[in-house]
């Protein structure tokens, strides 16, 4: 198999899942396709809903002590959890990693899938975590984290694409640059001269900021006006064409 790495899922936290998924999903016209029980030996909830082949999981701590909760703690909610790249051999990837310095904080070994998650602290901003699951070469192969048909779930008419993820810091172009090694992917710049990592499926974009967060999320919709007054119909702030959900911003484009 030649060597691939794309962008197959971004994990936000809530305090409750109650009423975020359910929010979410009418809001941006997304179905839950999979609840997944092997999160509770974190101590998690969790539910996943497809964004065109890109997963959008929520998890939530159900009890005292978890990674999860200390990082709504410490961001005051703000930012997205982790960013997770579906890859040929998460195996290497996460030695080299090891190599610059970046620890690997989890392990998850469960044929024929195989995931390495990477600290944190290290990774800076969010967790990153590589995956490969036998045939996720395909991107509409299995993924058992998403349950055993979550390519039913698709939902295309209100929400299209998750195209990209907003990275906030301080020293942008460090960050930028920290991740590339991490991921193996140059920087570049994009349209409005901001550091870029282009993955085929999806892009990181680098912005000032006073912290370092996963601050948003671009995603094309149908409607831009339609989907804003779901949102606000919801109780949720909008500016412009953009919604403040789960601790990130959901920036919309047509």
Same mark, same amino acid.
């Given at each position: 198999?030649?060597? *691939?790495? $794309?962008?197959?899922?971004?994990?936000?936290?809530?305090? &409750? =899942?109650?009423?975020?998924?359910?929010?979410?999903? !009418?809001?941006?016209?997304?179905?839950?396709?999979?609840?997944?029980?092997?999160?509770?030996?974190?101590?998690?909830?969790?539910? =996943?809903?497809?964004?065109?082949?890109?997963? =959008?999981?929520?998890?939530?701590?159900?009890? %005292?002590?978890?990674?999860?909760? /200390?990082?709504?703690?410490?961001?005051? +909610? $703000?930012?997205? @959890?982790?960013?997770?790249?579906?890859?040929?051999?998460?195996? #290497?990837?996460? /030695?080299?990693? &090891?190599?610059?310095?970046?620890?690997?904080? &989890?392990?998850?070994?469960?044929?024929? @899938?195989?995931?390495?998650?990477?600290?944190?602290?290290?990774?800076?901003?969010?967790?990153?975590?590589?995956?490969?699951?036998?045939?996720?070469?395909?991107?509409?192969?299995? *993924?058992p984290p998403a349950g055993p048909?979550?390519?039913?779930?698709?939902?295309?008419?209100?929400?299209?694409?998750? #195209?990209g993820v907003e990275m906030q810091?301080?020293?942008?172009?460090?960050? !930028?640059?920290?991740? +590339?090694?991490?991921?193996?992917?140059?920087?570049?710049?994009? %349209?409005?001269?901001?550091?870029?990592?282009?993955?085929?499926?999806?892009?990181?974009?680098?912005?000032?900021?006073?912290?370092?967060?996963?601050? +948003?999320?671009?995603? /094309?919709?149908?409607?831009?006006?339609?989907?804003?007054?779901?949102?606000?119909?919801?109780?949720?702030?909008?500016? +412009?064409? %953009?919604?403040?959900?789960?601790?990130? #911003?959901?920036?919309?484009?047509?």
């Amino acid at each position: 198999m030649a060597g *691939y790495l $794309r962008l197959l899922q971004i994990c936000l936290v809530a305090p &409750n =899942l109650e009423p975020v998924i359910p929010d979410i999903a !009418a809001i941006m016209g997304l179905a839950v396709c999979y609840r997944d029980g092997n999160v509770g030996k974190y101590g998690l909830e969790n539910a =996943l809903l497809p964004v065109d082949t890109i997963l =959008l999981e929520v998890v939530a701590p159900v009890r %005292e002590g978890t990674a999860a909760g /200390r990082f709504l703690g410490k961001t005051a +909610g $703000r930012g997205g @959890y982790m960013a997770i790249f579906s890859c040929d051999d998460p195996v #290497t990837r996460g /030695r080299n990693a &090891n190599a610059i310095g970046v620890r690997t904080a &989890n392990v998850i070994a469960h044929p024929p @899938y195989h995931g390495v998650q990477l600290h944190p602290r290290d990774c800076r901003a969010a967790f990153i975590e590589f995956n490969h699951t036998d045939g996720s070469d395909d991107v509409l192969g299995p *993924y058992p984290p998403a349950g055993p048909d979550w390519q039913k779930f698709i939902a295309k008419e209100v929400t299209q694409a998750l #195209t990209g993820v907003e990275m906030q810091s301080p020293d942008p172009q460090g960050l !930028a640059e920290h991740w +590339g090694r991490i991921i193996g992917v140059a920087v570049g710049k994009n %349209e409005e001269g901001e550091a870029e990592l282009k993955l085929p499926n999806a892009s990181f974009r680098f912005v000032r900021g006073d912290s370092e967060i996963m601050s +948003g999320l671009d995603f /094309r919709v149908a409607d831009v006006a339609a989907v804003c007054d779901a949102a606000k119909a919801r109780g949720y702030p909008v500016s +412009g064409n %953009e919604i403040s959900i789960c601790g990130v #911003t959901f920036k919309l484009a047509g």
